[in-house]
T-cell receptor, first 112, second 113 residues
Framework: DTEVTQTPKHLVMGMTNKKSLKCEQHMGHRAMYWYKQKAKKPPELMFVYSYEKLSINESVPSRFSPECPNSSLLNLHLHALQPEDSALYLC???????????FGPGTRLTVL | GESVGLHLPTLSVQEGDNSIINCAYSNSASDYFIWYKQESGKGPQFIIDIRSNMDKRQGQRVTVLLNKTVKHLSLQIAATQPGDSAVYFCAENIRGGSEKLVFGKGTKLTVNP
């Protein structure tokens, strides 16, 4: 299995909702990432997990809460989001000693 | 900081022509570079990479050139096909770690049949 999967594909939520994005990989990668991508912009790094431990938080607001339950799964818990948080959320993974990151298809999030 | 940039935001070519997409970077500590292709509605897809100890690397129909003197990276696509239409991003990684990639602004390539 050489792919990163993300669910759901699309998500619409209100500003008072709580939702979660899920990411899964079975390539044995030990580093996993969350990126945010606005339309016509490059992906921007949000969080990095290395060996299931949070290693980088790019000053992301606390309304985004990442979680890495095991080496194959990565979640992003969402609470009290703002309309400007609407974007494509991408998950990626890599071997810790490698540099190539494999990306999932993303979750298109719309906050109303 | 956002040290990776691009010279052209859009590029339009005829099918069968060769395409060249450019990228400038400013972080001299970067030692690994990647080109990604992103089609509409999809995640970025790895195309080719190059380390700073190399000047050129070739793949299938693609070549990446690295000029460290002027901090310039380019992606050459031979015999461009309609399926090559996408946004192309260069990304740099500092000091070879797998932790953090910084993406350039992207170039939208349109291939006309």
């Amino acid at each position: 299995d050489t792919e990163v999967t993300q669910t759901p594909k699309h998500l619409v939520m209100g500003m008072t909702n709580k939702k979660s994005l899920k990411c899964e990989q079975h390539m044995g990668h030990r580093a996993m990432y969350w990126y945010k991508q606005k339309a016509k912009k490059p992906p921007e790094l949000m969080f990095v997990y290395s060996y299931e431990k949070l290693s980088i938080n790019e000053s992301v607001p606390s309304r985004f809460s990442p979680e890495c339950p095991n080496s194959s799964l990565l979640n992003l818990h969402l609470h009290a989001l703002q309309p400007e948080d609407s974007a494509l959320y991408l998950c990626a993974s890599s071997r810790p000693s490698g540099n190539e990151q494999f990306f999932g298809p993303g979750t298109r999030l719309t906050v109303l | 900081g956002e040290s990776v940039g691009l010279h052209l935001p859009t590029l339009s070519v005829q099918e069968g022509d060769n395409s060249i997409i450019n990228c400038a970077y400013s972080n001299s500590a970067s030692d690994y570079f990647i080109w990604y292709k992103q089609e509409s509605g999809k995640g970025p897809q790895f195309i080719i990479d190059i380390r700073s100890n190399m000047d050129k690397r070739q793949g299938q129909r693609v070549t990446v050139l690295l000029n460290k003197t002027v901090k310039h990276l380019s992606l050459q696509i031979a015999a461009t096909q309609p399926g090559d239409s996408a946004v192309y991003f260069c990304a740099e990684n500092i000091r070879g770690g797998s932790e953090k990639l910084v993406f350039g602004k992207g170039t939208k390539l349109t291939v006309n049949p």
